[in-house]
T-cell receptor, first 116, second 115 residues
Framework: DADVTQTPRNRITKTGKRIMLECSQT?????MYWYRQDPGLGLRLIYY???????NKGEISDGYSVSRQAQAKFSLSLESAIPNQTALYFC???????????????FGEGSRLTVL | AQSVAQPEDQVNVAEGNPLTVKCTYS??????LFWYVQYPNRGLQFLLK??????LVKGSYGFEAEFNKSQTSFHLKKPSALVSDSALYFC?????????????FGKGTKLSVIP
């Protein structure tokens, strides 16, 4: 089984619908992230969480919200989906080694979202 | 602000030849540098990182990268390319200063290894 699991892997929806992407991890990491990948743009950070009580906006948080239900679970919501949110979404985790986050990320397999 | 540039959208190389995927960065503090690889329909996988120490870093699958502070570069290299190396490669940087957390990714370079 994958250490970082995302569901659903593929989703097609219509403009205005509410969508939730879920992420669960078995790595025991405290830090979790949601990224968006668009062709030619690389990965951009949407939200991140350093623990259950800590949620932070990334560079492109508008139109998105997140929930950290437990250390192992971090979900991303699109309250009212729009076509330019069509993208590949990745959840990632990281650990702190010797008191420092060196930055190595562990990614899920991705959730491909299409908004019509 | 921190940034990463991968100047080549695509790199083509013949199997068995050496390969280089270029990356330059900008960061105000000490750079923490990373390479990730993405195979089709998969998530990103960590290849290697430079935090401190030896400028030549060795990673997974025979890849290595050289940190060059004066040229602010961190190019990914492999002495002999395999067809299975064909994938999308991302360079990323983080400012190693206190309180910094965020990785900034480049736009990616598609590597095609031709049999």
């Amino acid at each position: 089984d994958a250490d970082v699991t995302q569901t659903p892997r593929n989703r097609i929806t219509k403009t205005g619908k509410r969508i939730m992407l879920e992420c669960s991890q078995t790595k025991g990491h405290d830090r979790m992230y949601w990224y968006r990948q668009d062709p030619g743009l690389g990965l951009r950070l949407i939200y991140y969480s350093f623990d259950v009580k800590d949620i932070n906006k990334g560079e492109i948080s508008d139109g998105y919200s997140v929930s950290r239900q437990a250390q192992a679970k971090f979900s991303l919501s699109l309250e009212s989906a729009i076509p330019n949110q069509t993208a590949l979404y990745f959840c990632a985790t990281s650990e702190i080694a010797r008191g420092e986050n060196t930055g190595e990320l562990f990614f899920g397999e991705g959730s491909r979202l299409t908004v019509l | 602000a921190q940034s990463v540039a991968q100047p080549e959208d695509q790199v083509n190389v013949a199997e068995g030849n050496p390969l280089t995927v270029k990356c330059t960065y900008s960061v105000s503090g000490n750079p923490y540098l990373f390479w990730y690889v993405q195979y089709p329909n998969r998530g990103l996988q960590f290849l290697l990182k430079y935090i401190t120490g030896d400028n030549l870093v060795k990673g997974s699958y025979g890849f290595e990268a050289e940190f060059n502070k004066s040229q602010t570069s961190f190019h990914l290299k492999k002495p002999s390319a395999l067809v299975s190396d064909s994938a999308l490669y991302f360079c990323a940087v983080r400012d190693g200063g206190a309180g910094s957390y965020q990785l900034t990714f480049g736009k990616g370079t598609k590597l095609s290894v031709i049999p």
